[in-house]
Structure formats: structure tokens, C-alpha cells
């Protein structure tokens, strides 16, 4: 059995739901073997307990997943920056503004996941799915980054991601307002497919994703 980790947020901002977990904790339902781990929407909190889940699973893939709200498609993450600059506080009131997530770590950590061909094989499966580069200044771009520098440094071979989701039709719904949305169901299955794609897949696709902008 390949030992798979995947991780999902509390919710913040305001949000009752976050559909990031709901859509790890219903893969997770549907395949026992998945280790599923809810991480909170804190700064410090969030590395520690996915360092904890990193050193009791001992898995060879770990995909983090976010809420994005406002994207219209599920979003394979290339790149962490070493930077939190918080626009709103977290779960527990911390706001940092223009500190690094590891001092003296590097800029940057590009992700191990093959993106291009998971978000291929996302769209094959009828769930609109992009690569995108910039997984923002928030706690999400924290664990991402906190993530590849812990597999970085001590978990040769262990290869780690981020995913974002759009908000949940109910999200918007209750909000009232026409924010773009994707069912959890769909969500689901999208990283079902994802972990899928990267446990076989290890050399990327040569075509391109890139932005203009
Ligand atoms: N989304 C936020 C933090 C938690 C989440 O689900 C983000 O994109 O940073």
C-alpha cells in the first residue's frame, strides 16, 4: 500500500465550511488507505500539526489543499514564497505582515507534484483544473512552504503539494453571492485523480501552463 497524506483547512474568514476538507475527508471516506488530517487556519498551528501527521504517517506523497475563494476551477500550486503577509487575521487572531515562514530559508520552493499532467488528467475527468503560480500570502502559502522545507530537510524521496478549491456551491449560495463554485463531490474526485496521477506519474509534461500575467 503507498502511504498517502492529505490534508484539509478549518474554516476562517467568516466561512462555516471550509470545502478543502470536506472534499479530503470524502475521498478519505471512499479510500480507508488515505491518511486525512484537518490542519487549523493558524500560522504556527498549521505546520506543527502537519509536521506531527508527516512523522506519524510517514507518507511518500503529501497534498495540502485550500480554500480559494473567488477561483473558478481547482488549482495545482507550483510555487511557495518565504512570505506571509496576512491581509486578514487567523483562527487565532495572529496577523503577521512581511515575515518570512522559515527565516533564512530560500525564497522559494517549487513543488514536486507533476501539476501539469495532474491538472491534465483533472480536466480528462470532466473537473476544470489549471496549474497556477501563486498560492498567496496567507496560511495556505505557510503550510505549502512549511511543507517542502520540512520534506527539504530529513524526508529524501517524500514528495509534497498544493492544491486550491474554489468556494462550494452552498458557500455561495448562503452568501448570496455569484462567486464562482465547485461541488465538494467534484472536488473530491479531482484530488482523487491527483494522487492518482502523481503516484504514477514522475516526469511532468513538456507542454506549457504558463501566464502571461
Ligand atoms: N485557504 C486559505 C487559508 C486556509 C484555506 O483554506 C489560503 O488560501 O491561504
Known amino acids: 500500500m503507498r502511504r498517502v497524506l492529505l490534508t484539509g483547512f478549518a474554516p476562517f474568514g467568516g466561512e462555516r465550511v471550509n470545502p478543502s476538507w470536506q472534499a479530503v475527508a470524502l475521498l478519505a471516506a471512499e479510500r480507508p488507505s488515505l491518511a486525512a488530517v484537518e490542519l487549523p487556519c493558524e500560522f504556527t498551528a498549521s505546520a506543527e500539526v502537519l509536521r506531527t501527521a508527516v512523522e506519524e504517517h510517514r507518507p511518500e506523497l503529501v497534498v495540502c489543499v485550500g480554500q480559494a475563494g473567488g477561483r473558478p476551477d481547482v488549482t495545482l500550486e507550483r510555487v511557495a514564497v518565504n512570505l506571509?503577509?496576512?491581509r486578514i487575521p487567523d483562527n487565532a487572531g495572529a496577523r503577521p505582515i512581511d515575515v518570512p515562514v522559515v527565516a533564512g530559508g530560500?525564497?522559494?520552493?517549487?513543488?514536486?507534484l507533476p501539476v501539469k499532467a495532474c491538472a491534465a488528467a483533472i480536466?480528462?475527468?470532466g473537473i476544470p483544473a489549471s496549474v497556477s503560480h501563486t498560492a498567496g500570502t496567507y496560511v495556505c502559502n505557510h503550510v505549502f512552504y512549511a511543507l517542502m522545507h520540512l520534506l527539504a530537510d530529513g524526508h529524501p524521496g517524500v514528495r509534497g503539494g498544493f492544491?486550491?478549491?474554489p468556494y462550494s456551491p452552498e458557500q455561495v449560495a448562503e452568501a448570496g453571492t455569484t462567486a464562482?463554485?465547485?461541488?465538494?463531490?467534484?472536488?473530491?474526485a479531482a484530488l482523487g485523480v491527483l494522487v492518482d496521477?502523481?503516484?504514477?506519474v514522475t516526469v511532468d509534461l513538456a507542454v506549457t501552463?504558463?501566464?502571461l500575467h
Request: net charge neutral; proline share 6%.
Open 84 to 86: 506571509a503577509d496576512a
Open 106 to 112: 530560500p525564497a522559494a520552493y517549487f513543488t514536486a
Open 123 to 125: 480536466r480528462r475527468a
Open 163 to 165: 492544491v486550491h478549491v
Open 180 to 188: 464562482p463554485s465547485l461541488a465538494v463531490e467534484r472536488c473530491a
Open 197 to 200: 496521477t502523481a503516484l504514477e
Open 209 to 211: 501552463a504558463g501566464a
